[in-house]
């Protein structure tokens, strides 16, 4: 028996399998999606964009969540709202109540409401934001924490609104590198049961603050290369066993292999145009 072609699990993965949880996510079909405007470095207007490829894109990263049983349910796309893709950032749901989002940039501000009528119709108690906030692009749960970026999109006063309306602890976390403006495009939350392995980041995405502050509290996390942060590798969506990941984050698969998750691969580089991955198409909704 040779040890070496046993495939190595990382003590960290524990002993037994990882069980995934349940999950019910909101997606918005990408039907207007276009660069044509740029408000992260990601964007170029003036290279042309395929829609047709953003759509067939998208729908693999749908039938990949309908695959692991995670539940989808969709809002309608608008005209004029080529950003409306990206989910995530149309509000932030947890115990049942959405907080709505109010954008930083005029370019996507009607998104705020379209979301927050959404929620309203499927039954949830909204929180009508006052404060500028990208919702969970900028907000992610670990057991009882909301960890929470600013610097780029969301403000700090948004975390303290977060912080009532939902009467949890609310870390904020400062980014500092423009191509990693949202929180869920450094930092990914792989076990939201939380524990000191269960979220991945790219340290060199954080101030030092924030950096030490994930040092204390995560000290067995999956750092990121920055090659595969470089494709939104850690934009990703987990269930606590299966991981939606994108393809080209090859090393990052590998690591997540090792601590006992299923990693599973989609190609969205037409979405990446505009600067958003796997977890900015999906927002979860937490009953
Ligand atoms: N073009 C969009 C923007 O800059 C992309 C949003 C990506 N979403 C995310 N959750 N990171 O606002």
């Given at each position: 028996m040779t040890l070496i072609d046993e495939p190595t699990v990382d003590a960290r993965a524990g002993s037994r399998p990882r069980l995934g949880r349940a999950r019910r996510v909101l997606m918005c079909r990408p039907e207007h999606f276009t660069v044509s405007y740029r408000i992260n470095p990601w964007m170029h207007p003036a290279v042309p964009t395929d829609t047709g490829l953003a759509l067939r894109q998208w729908q693999t990263l749908y039938d990949t969540y309908v695959r692991l049983g995670i539940a989808v349910e969709l809002i309608?796309?608008?005209?004029?709202?080529?950003?409306?893709?990206?989910?995530?950032?149309?509000g932030f749901v947890l115990d049942g109540t959405a907080y709505s989002a109010r954008f930083r940039f005029d370019e996507r501000a009607a998104e705020g409401p379209a979301y927050a009528a959404w929620f309203e119709q499927r039954g949830l108690r909204v929180a009508?934001?006052?404060?500028?906030?990208?919702?969970?692009?900028d907000f992610l749960?670990?057991?009882?924490?909301?960890?929470?970026?600013?610097?780029?999109?969301?403000?700090?006063?948004?975390?303290?609104?977060?912080?009532?309306?939902?009467?949890?602890?609310?870390?904020?976390?400062?980014?500092?590198?423009?191509?990693?403006?949202?929180?869920?495009?450094?930092?990914a939350v792989l076990d939201s049961d939380g524990g000191p392995a269960s979220v991945a980041y790219l340290p060199d995405a954080f101030d030092q603050a924030g950096r030490r502050e994930l040092e204390r509290r995560f000290p067995d996390a999956v750092l990121a290369t920055r090659e595969d942060a470089a494709v939104l590798g850690l934009n990703c969506?987990?269930?606590?066993?299966?991981?939606?990941?994108?393809?080209?984050a090859t090393t990052f698969g590998r690591d997540l292999e090792r601590r006992g998750y299923v990693p599973h691969g989609v190609d969205l580089s037409e979405l990446l145009r505009g600067g958003g991955g796997v977890k900015c198409c999906t927002l979860?909704?937490?009953?």
């Amino acid at each position: 028996m040779t040890l070496i072609d046993e495939p190595t699990v990382d003590a960290r993965a524990g002993s037994r399998p990882r069980l995934g949880r349940a999950r019910r996510v909101l997606m918005c079909r990408p039907e207007h999606f276009t660069v044509s405007y740029r408000i992260n470095p990601w964007m170029h207007p003036a290279v042309p964009t395929d829609t047709g490829l953003a759509l067939r894109q998208w729908q693999t990263l749908y039938d990949t969540y309908v695959r692991l049983g995670i539940a989808v349910e969709l809002i309608d796309p608008l005209p004029g709202l080529p950003d409306m893709v990206y989910a995530a950032n149309g509000g932030f749901v947890l115990d049942g109540t959405a907080y709505s989002a109010r954008f930083r940039f005029d370019e996507r501000a009607a998104e705020g409401p379209a979301y927050a009528a959404w929620f309203e119709q499927r039954g949830l108690r909204v929180a009508h934001a006052r404060h500028v906030n990208e919702g969970e692009g900028d907000f992610l749960p670990v057991g009882d924490t909301i960890f929470a970026g600013t610097g780029f999109r969301s403000a700090p006063s948004s975390h303290r609104e977060l912080s009532r309306s939902f009467d949890r602890e609310v870390v904020p976390l400062r980014l500092v590198d423009p191509n990693y403006y949202h929180l869920d495009t450094a930092f990914a939350v792989l076990d939201s049961d939380g524990g000191p392995a269960s979220v991945a980041y790219l340290p060199d995405a954080f101030d030092q603050a924030g950096r030490r502050e994930l040092e204390r509290r995560f000290p067995d996390a999956v750092l990121a290369t920055r090659e595969d942060a470089a494709v939104l590798g850690l934009n990703c969506f987990s269930d606590g066993r299966n991981v939606v990941i994108a393809s080209r984050a090859t090393t990052f698969g590998r690591d997540l292999e090792r601590r006992g998750y299923v990693p599973h691969g989609v190609d969205l580089s037409e979405l990446l145009r505009g600067g958003g991955g796997v977890k900015c198409c999906t927002l979860e909704l937490r009953f």
